[in-house]
C-alpha cells in the first residue's frame, strides 16, 4: 500500500505571495492533519480533516487555512507569506478508528520563503 | 491541554549499548501516546504507540516503551543500538478532549552513535 504522499517535495516563494501544498493520504484513510516543523517551535499541530470537515484547529492564524475532498486528498494554504513561514509541512494520514487511530506521515514539503 | 517534555536534547552512544531516551507528559486523563523517528530531511516514522492495556508496548526495529502513570512518563528503550538508529526522535501525546489526532510534540532528541 502506498504512504502518505505530498507534493511538491520543495518550494521557494517571496514574502507576501501565497501557497497551496498538497497531501494524498494512504488508500482508505479518511483523516489528514498537518503539522509544521521548524527548528525554533519544533512540530506544531496545524489542523485535521475528517469527511471534507474540518474536526480540530491548531494555534495558527487565519492565514493558514485548508481543506479535504471527497476522496481524502487535502491542501494547506498559506496566504501573504512571512519570513516565518519557512518550515517542513508535514501531512499526516488515519484511518480513523479505535486502536487503529494512528497517524502516519508523509515526507513533507519544504517551504523557503524568501 | 497537554504537554510533552523531552529533556535530552542530545545522546551519543555506542554502537552496540543500550539506550534509554526520556519523555515526561502532563496531561490529566490517560493519554494516546506515540514515539516517532525522523531521520534527517524525512518525515516522521512510527515506531511504537500506547492507548491502552499493556504498559509496555513492543515496536519496531527492538525498540519497547513503559507507560508510567505514577511516574507520567513513556521512555523508549532498546536493548542494543546500531548505526541506523542515528536520527532524531519525538515523542507526542493525543488527548481526547483536544482531539486524539491533534498531537502535541516534544521538542525531540537527536541520537548520535558511535561505532
Known amino acids: 500500500k502506498a504512504g502518505v504522499t505530498q507534493t511538491p517535495r520543495y518550494l521557494i516563494k517571496t514574502r507576501g505571495q501565497q501557497v497551496t501544498l498538497s497531501c494524498s493520504p494512504i488508500?482508505?484513510?479518511?483523516?489528514v492533519s498537518w503539522y509544521q516543523q521548524t527548528p525554533g517551535q519544533g512540530l506544531q499541530f496545524l489542523f485535521e480533516y475528517f469527511s471534507e470537515t474540518q474536526r480540530n484547529k491548531g494555534n495558527f492564524p487565519g492565514r493558514f487555512s485548508g481543506r479535504q475532498f471527497s476522496n481524502s486528498r487535502s491542501e494547506m494554504n498559506v496566504s501573504t507569506l512571512e519570513l516565518g513561514d519557512s518550515a517542513l509541512y508535514l501531512c499526516a494520514s488515519s484511518v480513523p478508528s479505535g486502536d487503529t487511530d494512528t497517524q502516519y506521515f508523509g515526507p513533507g514539503t519544504r517551504l523557503t520563503v524568501l | 491541554a497537554q504537554s510533552v517534555t523531552q529533556p535530552d536534547i542530545h545522546i551519543t552512544v555506542s554502537e552496540g549499548a543500550s539506550l534509554e531516551l526520556r519523555c515526561n507528559y502532563s496531561y490529566g486523563a490517560t493519554p494516546y501516546l506515540f514515539w516517532y523517528v525522523q531521520s534527517p530531511g524525512q518525515g516522521l516514522q512510527l515506531l511504537l504507540k500506547y492507548f491502552s492495556g499493556d504498559t509496555l508496548v513492543q515496536g519496531i526495529k527492538g525498540f519497547e516503551a513503559e507507560f508510567k502513570r505514577s511516574q507520567s512518563s513513556f521512555n523508549l528503550r532498546k536493548p542494543s543500538v546500531h548505526w541506523s538508529d542515528a536520527a532524531e526522535y519525538f515523542c507526542?501525546?493525543?488527548?481526547?478532549?483536544?482531539?486524539?489526532?491533534?498531537?502535541?510534540f516534544g521538542s525531540g532528541t537527536r541520537l548520535q552513535v558511535q561505532p
Open positions: 488508500s482508505g484513510h479518511r483523516s
Open positions: 507526542a501525546v493525543g488527548a481526547e478532549d483536544t482531539g486524539r489526532r491533534a498531537l502535541t
